[in-house]
């Protein structure tokens, strides 16, 4: 889904627009429906896979960089975004690995 598009569709829902006279906005670039598979089952996998980028994120932002890490290498993504963040917590990871080994030399 597209970002700008799901956007612009969660503000007409929440407008005051007639469903009736204006046609809604389609926020997918493509249905996240392969054959025999049903939108509820394409929705939780990618609910699921948001979920394990999204519990790497909140260790994260909670200053928790092991569990972070151990999210970070345990995840496979397609998101680009997940790709992003996890490159930038396995590097965090290991300069502070790096730093810890430093001190423990002097």
Same mark, same amino acid.
């Given at each position: #889904? $597209?970002?700008?598009?799901?956007? *612009?569709?969660? =503000?007409? #829902?929440?407008?005051?627009? $007639? ?15 392969? @054959? !025999?598979?049903? #939108?509820? &089952?394409? @929705?939780?996998? &990618?609910?699921? +896979?948001?979920?394990? !980028?999204?519990?790497?994120? #909140?260790?994260?932002?909670?200053? =928790?960089? @092991?569990?972070?890490?151990? =999210? +970070? ?9 997940? /790709? /992003?963040? *996890? &490159? ?5 990871? *290991? /300069? $502070?690995?790096?730093? =810890?080994?430093? @001190?423990?030399?002097?």
């Amino acid at each position: #889904m $597209s970002l700008v598009k799901t956007n *612009q569709f969660v =503000e007409f #829902m929440f407008s005051d627009n $007639s469903l009736d006279a204006t046609e809604l906005p389609n926020p997918f670039e493509q249905l996240p429906i392969d @054959l !025999g598979t049903s #939108m509820v &089952q394409a @929705l939780m996998v &990618q609910s699921a +896979a948001f979920s394990s !980028g999204e519990n790497m994120m #909140m260790y994260y932002l909670d200053n =928790e960089l @092991l569990s972070a890490y151990k =999210e +970070a290498i345990s995840i496979e993504s397609d998101s680009e975004v997940v /790709k /992003k963040y *996890q &490159q930038i917590i396995i590097s965090d990871y *290991q /300069k $502070s690995e790096e730093f =810890e080994n430093f @001190l423990d030399v002097i």
